[in-house]
């Protein structure tokens, strides 16, 4: 009954591949998010969907492309990998528009781009 | 446009004695606030979090914070540490207004027997 999960937990792969990240989550929650956490620990917001549709897209180059299918899933893809894509991403998500809700998030997928 | 700094990178105490994490912001209209708790290879976890009323909070775990306007303040506290608090913690602020919360730094609290 895992509120928010994301498919792989570990994803290794080489400069350069494609791969894509799941996340699903049973919370009901309307909004959902995508946020890099890196070496030093730091988090930062990437992009986040309200019921499907992008709301938040931060500087993030694009070859990240986000995609919701339906209001409990976002998936994330990735072209091209670098190696400075290496870190932990994490998907959360929090009921809807300008709300008080915290967010929720899942246990993470740690990428390393070799 | 919103920001939160969290001054201190490391936190040591003792267990037994009280702690504090602190965390201040910047909004330009009024704030929810939060704090997340990340243990080592996990997500954040939710804590605690204002938005209207009393300015003391309490949350998860034993821990509580206290929202000072005047400050702009919201600093996370617990009467007795554990060694198991020991993590990373974020705080977060959000202008009501806004769409997304922005997330301190973190800070490491080292809990020590």
């Known amino acids: 009954d895992t509120a928010v999960s994301q498919t792989p937990k570990y994803l290794v792969t080489q400069m350069g591949n494609d791969k894509s990240i799941k996340c699903e989550q049973n919370?009901?929650?309307?909004?959902m998010y995508w946020y890099k956490q890196d070496s030093k620990k730091f988090l930062k917001i990437m992009f986040s969907?309200?019921?499907?549709?992008?709301?938040i897209n931060e500087t993030v180059p694009n070859r990240f492309s986000p995609k919701s299918p339906d209001k409990a899933h976002l998936n994330l893809h990735i072209n091209s990998l670098e190696l400075g894509d290496s870190a932990v991403y994490f998907c959360?998500?929090?009921?809807?528009?300008?709300?008080?809700?915290?967010?929720?998030f899942g246990p993470g997928t740690r990428l390393t781009v070799t | 446009a919103q920001s939160v700094a969290q001054p201190e990178d490391q936190v040591n105490v003792a267990e037994g004695n009280p702690l504090t994490v602190k965390c201040t912001y910047s909004?330009?209209?009024?704030?929810?606030l939060f704090w997340y708790v990340q243990y080592p290879n996990r997500g954040l976890q939710f804590l605690l979090k204002?938005?209207?009323?009393?300015?003391l909070v309490k949350g998860s775990y034993g821990f509580e914070a206290e929202f000072n306007k005047s400050q702009t303040s919201f600093h996370l506290k617990k009467p007795s540490a554990l060694v198991s608090d020991s993590a990373l913690y974020f705080c977060?602020?959000?202008?009501?207004?806004?769409?997304?919360?922005?997330f301190g730094d973190g800070t490491t609290l080292t809990v020590k027997p």
């Open positions: 977060a602020v959000r202008d009501r207004n806004a769409g997304k919360s922005t």
């Open positions: 919370l009901g929650h309307d909004t």
């Open positions: 959360a998500s929090s009921r809807g528009g300008a709300s008080s809700g915290e967010q929720y």
């Open positions: 909004v330009s209209g009024n704030p929810y």
């Open positions: 204002y938005i209207t009323g009393d300015n």
């Open positions: 969907y309200n019921n499907k549709e992008l709301i």
